[in-house]
């Protein structure tokens, strides 16, 4: 299993960015998918589920109604759009195949600064 975040970057209070995750080395489009983060000195946090096919999500409340979780299984690639951004979305951000994060690829550092 290979899971590579991308699309990180530093971006201003209210500004918007699009997470890619590339996913390979196993069936993703049979697969449930999560984004977690964490913040500086915080533990992982789940963000969001989307099912296999990419019709049933869920997100956390503390980003609800700002992320939103989707999924290209043509290309195997996980998707979080990320609007009205915060200082405290501030965090490396993980896509994963479990929610707890033991089997996540490598991050993508986003930074919510002026």
């Known amino acids: 299993v290979q899971l590579q975040a991308s699309g990180g970057g530093l971006v201003q209070p209210g500004g918007s960015l699009r997470l890619s995750c590339a996913a390979s080395g196993f069936t993703f489009s049979s697969v449930i998918m999560y984004w977690l983060r964490q913040a500086p000195g915080k533990d992982l946090e789940w963000i969001s589920t989307i099912n296999n096919s990419g019709a049933l999500t869920s997100t956390a409340n503390s980003v609800k109604g700002r992320f939103t979780i989707s999924r290209d299984n043509a290309k195997s690639t996980l998707y979080l759009q990320m609007n009205s951004l915060k200082s405290e979305d501030t965090a490396v951000y993980y896509c994963?195949?479990?929610?707890?994060?033991?089997?996540r690829g490598q991050g993508t550092l986003v930074t919510v600064s002026s």
């Open positions: 994963a195949t479990d929610r707890h994060g033991n089997k």
